[in-house]
């Protein structure tokens, strides 16, 4: 039997042990670091209220909505960190002060519901962690809030991170945002799989009619998506011709979305010439040419974790060329269709069959379908070949939001003021296929906008980019003059 170490193949930390005399010099000698209190976060008294919405809707039941651990990216290397969705939603904590691992704990009461947050404290220098602990101390990090900081911040109780297995014993019921935190998972046992998908399927239906705030922060994203793409439309002769052009347009856009907000709400999509009929092409190490068009759909989130979602397909000269026009006219009189659909009251799939209509009318007219009202019919719909996707889908903290919502609120639903969505036709005709015809063959075109539903109609927040052909040609040309 080997009684060696187990770790004996391991090479452990690069860093060099630390002596006696440097434990105790490093925890001395370090000033009271005393702030004014902060203010109360804009979005406290927001996240209150839906805190209050989720509580009446499990009355007597303990509620778990952790942000969830730090996700390695290689090794002893994490992803920068963005805390869960619905914990950011309901506790209103996006920034990376209050730190990793925290957890939103909604304790029942006789009248309702107690919110507390358990979290990790600042780190003191009397505890070594602050310069050894290289995934949450600060030397590695930055600092943290303390836990009157946060509880100032948001308006809701703090408590200690360790204190959570305390709270989490006892025989109230729970429910658990599952699959966020494992050591949460692990401490509070499933009751039953559905009690904990239905938390997840409210609180997701919560996020689909945006308030005020969130209406504003999202209206944010956008205009700072359209600051983007403007940068990436003046650089479009800077990057034509250089190997793995792409990279040079995705590297533009998201470094005006680190400047402005927190960074991309989503892999950048910057698809040139056939790249673009790949629906989510995310390796962007194309070569931008003449002659040929860029698809690029790509969104700005904001630092309170609001993300953007645009796409644009413009012709990399600057002048579409007259097949390039035809498809993209098609795609354009198809989200037309669809932007009008879109009011209080209309199906949330209205907007996409109307869309769905004029593709399919258009194929027809070309010759590639026989028939559009065949190629309509649900039993038939192979006019998908060329439109695989669906045209849009509600927006918010994530890109594709409120996805664990339950049908009969969502894509069954009807649309009601205060839903923010895409509409986004797209043609995609693959370069390998035979049933288009040769100069068809290889063009992908999507134009994709973010619209928030009002009382009366519906707003097109992302109306300051272009959209109209002649529009598009007349703006890259001031831009790249």
Not at 293 to 300: E, K, P
Not at 441 to 469: F, W, Y
Request: charged share 25%; proline share 7%; hydrophobic share 40%.
């Amino acid at each position: 039997m080997d009684t060696r170490p187990a770790d004996r193949f391991a090479t452990g930390s690069h860093d060099l042990p630390v002596s006696e005399a440097l434990a105790s010099f490093m925890t001395r000698d370090w000033a009271a670091g005393e702030k004014p209190p902060p203010a109360q976060l804009s979005v406290a008294p927001y996240a209150e209220k839906r805190r209050a919405a989720l509580s009446a809707q499990f009355p007597g039941e303990r509620l778990v909505l952790p942000a969830g651990p730090p996700k390695v990216r290689s090794n002893d290397c994490d992803y920068r960190y963005r805390p869960h969705t619905v914990y950011a939603h309901l506790s209103g904590d996006t920034t990376a002060d209050t730190g990793t691992d925290a957890v939103l704990v909604l304790q029942p009461t006789a009248a309702g519901h107690d919110a507390v947050l358990y979290r990790r404290p600042r780190s003191p220098r009397s505890d070594r962690g602050f310069y050894r602990d290289h995934r949450h101390g600060e030397f590695w990090v930055g600092p943290r809030e303390t836990l009157a900081e946060t509880e100032e911040k948001l308006g809701i109780t703090c408590a200690l991170l360790d204190d959570l297995p305390g709270a989490l014993r006892g025989p109230c019921p729970t429910r658990v945002i599952r699959g966020v935190d494992p050591a949460v998972d692990a401490a509070v046992p499933v009751r039953d799989p559905d009690l904990d998908r239905e938390l997840a399927a409210v609180a997701a239906e919560l996020r689909l009619i945006k308030d005020e705030w969130e209406i504003t922060q999202l209206q944010a994203a956008v205009d700072h998506t359209v600051k983007a793409f403007t940068a990436v439309a003046a650089v479009l002769p800077q990057a034509t011709g250089l190997p793995r052009g792409e990279r040079w347009v995705e590297g533009t856009f998201e470094r005006i979305a680190r400047m402005e907000g927190n960074g991309v709400g989503y892999e950048t999509i910057a698809a040139s010439g056939a790249h673009a009929c790949v629906l989510h092409w995310i390796r962007n190490d194309g070569t931008l040419r003449l002659g040929e068009m860029l698809l690029l759909d790509a969104g700005v989130e904001t630092d309170t974790l609001y993300t953007a979602d645009i796409t644009r397909t413009l012709p990399i000269s600057g002048w579409f060329t007259p097949r390039q026009r035809q498809v993209y006219d098609l795609v354009y009189h198809a989200q037309e269709a669809g932007l009008a659909a879109v009011r209080p009251g209309a199906s949330f799939r209205d907007f996409h069959m109307a869309a769905m209509r004029v593709i399919a009318e258009g194929l027809q007219d070309w010759g590639v379908l026989r028939s559009a009202e065949e190629a309509l019919d649900p039993e038939s719909g192979v006019y998908r070949r060329y439109t695989l996707c669906g045209s849009g889908h509600m927006l918010g903290m994530d890109l594709h939001d409120c996805a664990a919502a339950r049908a009969s609120q969502y894509l069954d639903g009807v649309l009601r003021p205060g839903h923010v969505l895409t509409v986004e036709p797209g043609l995609y005709l693959q370069p390998d296929d035979l049933t288009l015809p040769p100069e068809l063959r290889g063009i992908g075109v999507r134009i994709e906008d973010d619209v928030v539903v009002t009382e009366n109609g519906a707003r097109l927040m992302s109306s300051d980019l272009p959209r109209h052909p002649e529009e598009i040609e007349i703006w890259m040309q001031s831009l790249m003059a």
